[in-house]
């Protein structure tokens, strides 16, 4: 399987701040990776796909970089509805992965 | 407009089985594959597999194999999730998540996930 490693596990920051979460593989997968955003009690959602693609109806504060082994989600500014954790997941192989999540919360 | 509806919260006994089922709608169900994804209870998301809904082979995640069956129902576009001999470590909620591919070696992903159903294996 190939490694996914998230970091931070969690952060808090205020409205307005720009939050980075890192996504780091164990083998090089291109650009064959997606982010998505899970709210509490809820089903998970596709923000990003092949790594800096922005999923229809996401707003454009968020946006994806990277390829190779190592790849960026990046809120612009953080709003108080972002609250939810973030996973990674890459696609390169035929056996997906998730990374660990990283919860973002607002100070 | 897509929807993934799957079924109502389970509570099984130690060594029994469960069927969580998934019906889509709002699109070709043959035209794209169907995930499985686990999240335990304060947990992180984990992939089962995959079936293909064109010629129902299933593809299972290593940990996923032996007791995790993957089937269909084409006529009433729904796929199913067996679980057999359940352990208390089952405890979980399950995902079914409709998988969009870019088309032959391209990007894949979730783009449409059912409500989640809690499977909780108690005595």
């Known amino acids: 399987d190939i490694q996914m490693t998230q970091s931070p596990s969690s952060l808090s920051a205020s409205v307005g701040d720009r939050v980075t979460i890192t996504c780091r593989t164990g083998q090089s997968i291109s650009r064959f990776l997606n982010w998505y955003q899970q709210k509490p009690g809820k089903a998970p959602k596709l923000l990003i796909y092949a790594a800096s693609s922005l999923q229809s109806g996401v707003p454009s504060r968020f946006s994806g970089s990277g390829s190779g082994t190592e790849f960026a989600l990046t809120i612009s500014s953080l709003q108080p509805e972002d609250i939810a954790t973030y996973y990674c997941?890459?696609?390169?192989?035929?056996?997906?992965?998730f990374g660990q999540g990283t919860k973002v919360e607002v100070k | 407009q897509v929807q993934l509806v799957q079924s109502g919260s389970e509570l099984r006994k130690p060594g029994a089985s469960v069927e969580v089922s998934c019906k889509a709608s709002g699109y070709s169900f043959n035209n794209f594959a169907l995930n499985w994804v686990r999240q335990a209870p304060g947990q992180g998301l984990e992939w089962m597999g995959w079936?293909?809904?064109?010629?129902?082979?299933?593809t299972y995640a290593q940990g996923f194999t032996g007791r995790f069956v993957f089937s269909l129902d084409t006529s009433v576009s729904t796929a199913y999730l067996q679980i057999s001999s359940l352990k208390p470590e089952d405890s979980a909620v399950y995902f079914c998540?409709?998988?969009?591919?870019?088309?032959?070696?391209?990007?894949?992903?979730?783009?449409?996930w059912g409500q989640g159903t809690l499977v909780t294996v108690s005595s």
């Open positions: 998540a409709r998988g969009f591919s870019e088309g032959s070696g391209g990007n894949c992903n979730a783009d449409y």
């Open positions: 997941q890459q696609n390169y192989s035929a056996l997906w992965t």
């Open positions: 079936i293909n809904t064109k010629t129902g082979n299933p």
